[in-house]
């Protein structure tokens, strides 16, 4: 089965809105973690990562949590955009690959302006 | 600085025929993945190449497909027979090296046999 999976298939948010993305994984010995943004018709584009040693990573309008306890992983977006509207995806490094990523099924955000 | 491209973005094929798809990583890049996408699920590894080795070809099916990545020109990744179930988004990507690295995606092919 599916190492890494999210709670919720789909996501509705106003634009301004902060959006909140959750993915859990079932792999303990993954140590790398990746959020990618699936636009219609595009490849999956790199948003933000984080490794096994960290709790939490901001980017631009962007952060990522890492709860290793409950092994859970969580994407938010600050003052979301009609832009950001997507299919957000989390991936991990597994099976002690550096390489091989698996992916979640993927949350479909949806910005209203 | 032109990212990674992949052709034809849009395939038809019908059973029984064979389909390839093209890569060509970024520039500077000598490490190329393959990933597989049906309707509604995440991408689904397949293989990873370097120029003219295939270092790890454990996500593809045992038979019909094949993948390969020459010296010269872009990565082929090539289905024999095609059957319905072949029908997806076949998605490659490449990176800098191979360790922890971040994987620039292409835009994806979309197979559809009918």
């Known amino acids: 089965g599916e190492s890494v999976g999210l709670h919720l298939p789909t996501l509705s948010v106003q634009e301004g809105d902060n959006s909140i993305i959750n993915c859990a994984y079932s792999n303990s010995a993954s140590d790398y973690f990746i959020w990618y943004k699936q636009e219609s018709g595009k490849g999956p584009q790199f948003i933000i990562d984080?490794?096994?040693?960290?709790d939490k990573r901001q980017g631009q309008r962007v952060t990522v949590l890492l709860n290793k306890t409950v092994k859970h992983l969580s994407l938010q977006i600050a003052a979301t955009q009609p832009g950001d509207s997507a299919v957000y995806f989390c991936a991990e490094l597994s099976g002690g690959s550096n390489y091989k990523l698996t992916f979640g099924k993927g949350t479909l955000l949806t910005v209203n302006p | 600085n032109a990212g990674v491209m992949q052709n034809p973005r849009h395939l038809v094929r019908r059973r029984g025929q064979e389909a390839r798809l093209r890569c060509s990583p970024m520039k500077g890049h000598s490490h190329v993945y393959w990933y597989r996408q049906l309707p509604e699920e995440g991408l689904k590894f397949m293989v990873y190449l370097q120029k003219e080795n295939i270092i790890d070809e454990s996500g593809m099916p045992k038979e019909r497909f094949s993948a390969e990545f020459p010296k010269e020109g872009p990565s082929i990744l090539r289905i024999q027979q095609v059957v319905r179930g072949d029908s997806a988004a076949y998605f490659c990507?490449?990176?800098?090296?191979?360790?922890?690295?971040?994987?620039?995606f292409g835009p994806g092919t979309r197979l559809t046999v009918l």
């Open positions: 990507a490449s990176s800098l090296t191979g360790t922890h690295n971040e994987q620039f």
């Open positions: 984080i490794r096994s040693n960290m």
